[in-house]
């Protein structure tokens, strides 16, 4: 087998379910994670031969994932759905994992409310821990698109799911 394509294929096996977290958060959806993460892949391996030797081939495959995701946002105009039901609030002082479990359902109806772009910043400000200028970059957009989005992102999880607000308090974080 040609060395490349070992390579590449070890890539893939080794980096593909932390891209595919990453997209899930982008994208909301396990199905549509799933393709971008192999279009993001189809294109890393088109520029496998340039790419293996840097070293930056995750870098250059999130960096397409994220674009490929702001091209499907201006293509497509996805309505939002609210729900009259918010999710039920957490119970302190549970640990357990029925209370992890129902934090994550709570977290992922969250983000679902939020608008493709408001996830993406966040994602990428929060999941990914990137400077303003680095999401801004990654996006395609403005430090000021970002900053604005993630103000309303914020602002928007507060109304939507108050129950996240105790890991905020929990983590020191200012609100």
């Not at 900053?147 to 928007?156: E, F, G, M, P, R």
């Amino acid at each position: 087998m040609d060395p490349l394509l070992t390579e590449f294929d070890s890539f893939v096996r080794a980096r593909t379910p932390a891209l595919l977290r990453s997209a899930y958060l982008l994208t909301g959806d396990q199905h549509l994670a799933e393709d971008l993460v192999q279009s993001a892949l189809a294109r890393t391996h088109r520029s496998w031969g340039r790419l293996h030797d840097t070293g930056n081939a995750e870098a250059y495959t999130r960096r397409t994932m994220y674009h490929l995701q702001v091209s499907w946002w201006r293509r497509r105009r996805v309505r939002e759905s609210v729900t009259s039901e918010l999710p039920e609030p957490r119970r302190d002082g549970a640990s357990d994992h029925a209370s992890q479990t129902s934090l994550r359902i709570t977290l992922r109806g969250a983000l679902a409310r939020l608008s493709a772009k408001q996830r993406a910043v966040l994602v990428l400000r929060f999941f990914e821990d990137r400077s303003e200028a680095e999401a801004a970059e990654l996006l395609g957009v403005t430090v000021g698109t970002v900053k604005s989005q993630t103000s309303k992102a914020l602002a928007k999880l507060r109304v939507v799911a108050p129950e996240l607000a105790e890991l905020y308090v929990l983590e020191g974080s200012a609100r």
